[in-house]
């Protein structure tokens, strides 16, 4: 009788098996404006929780899901032709627009593809040279050294490779954003989905980044926001793939960018 009292015992002090976890690494933009939104709705969905969402940028999450190091990496970019000949697995999940924002009290609405360059390469350097006040224009950039997609990509989209011109560096675009709302004569680039009070997107080259012209290619500075793994997706991570690009998944991802399935 003892012995199956101890036995019971036993069995009852056995800890919970740990529910499944996944972990992401890569793009901020991704990471910081699709993962919280989509994680939720598919632990809620599936048990399986995120024990890890990073932010390093998307040459980490590139470099991570090649080490082993997390399960999922985001890329906020086109992938290169030499990414794309790692044979890793990747997805599109959405659209994102690469916006020009200046501070919501600046005169200045539509900037020229030639006029942006110009800008964030420093051979404009004052904003009554584009119909605004008599200011130095504060150019704010992410910090120039961590090489970020979308500094990668806003040098090929919209600077034809040319060099940023020194700037005012902040680390994450979301603070970038904030700063040029405190700051009447400064001006970044970012992601639509960063947008705060107190900015405003300026038209680029006569063509305003709307959702439609996001999704039809219209708007020159569109980029692809990407989920890859190191294999073909099974079990869990299959798990994961499957509802970023359900009904569910692209209608939470739709909140925020441009999906790339209309919702049902």
């Known amino acids: ?31 910081e404006i699709i993962m919280p ?12 929780k995120f024990s890890k969402i990073g932010i390093a940028g998307s040459g980490s999450g590139i470099k ?10 985001g890329i906020s970019r086109s992938l290169t032709r030499n990414e794309m000949n790692m044979r890793h697995y990747y997805c599109i999940a ?19 593809a030639a006029a942006v360059k110009g800008i964030f390469s420093g051979r404009i350097k004052n904003w009554r040279e584009l119909g605004g006040a008599n200011a130095p224009i504060v150019v704010v950039t992410e910090i120039m050294a961590g090489k970020r997609a ?30 040029v709302a405190t700051d009447i ?9 960063f947008r705060v009070d107190g900015i405003k997107a300026v038209i680029y080259d006569n063509t305003d980044p709307s959702r439609n012209n996001v999704s039809t290619g219209a708007y020159p500075l569109s980029r692809p926001l990407i989920f890859m793994t190191k294999k073909y997706p099974r079990g869990d991570i299959k798990k994961f ?22 919702a049902d």
């Open 185 to 193: 004569n400064a001006v970044t680039f970012a992601g639509m989905a």
């Open 64 to 73: 991570a899901v090649q080490e082993n190091k997390t399960d999922i990496g």
């Open 94 to 112: 959405g659209y994102d627009a690469i916006v020009v924002f200046v501070n919501k009290n600046n005169p200045v609405n539509n900037l020229s």
């Open 1 to 31: 009788m003892n012995k199956i009292v101890y036995i019971c015992a036993l069995i009852l002090f056995i800890p919970a098996l740990a529910s499944a976890e996944l972990t992401y690494e890569g793009s901020s933009t991704i990471g």
């Open 241 to 262: 793939f499957d509802f970023l690009l359900s009904s569910e998944g692209q209608k939470i991802i739709g909140e925020k960018i441009v999906p790339i399935k209309q």
């Open 150 to 179: 979308t500094m990668e990509e806003f040098r090929h989209l919209a600077m034809d490779g040319s060099d940023y011109i020194v700037t005012k560096e902040i680390d994450k675009p979301a603070d970038c954003v904030k700063h």
């Open 37 to 48: 939104g989509v994680s939720a709705a598919f632990e809620k969905k599936t048990g399986i």
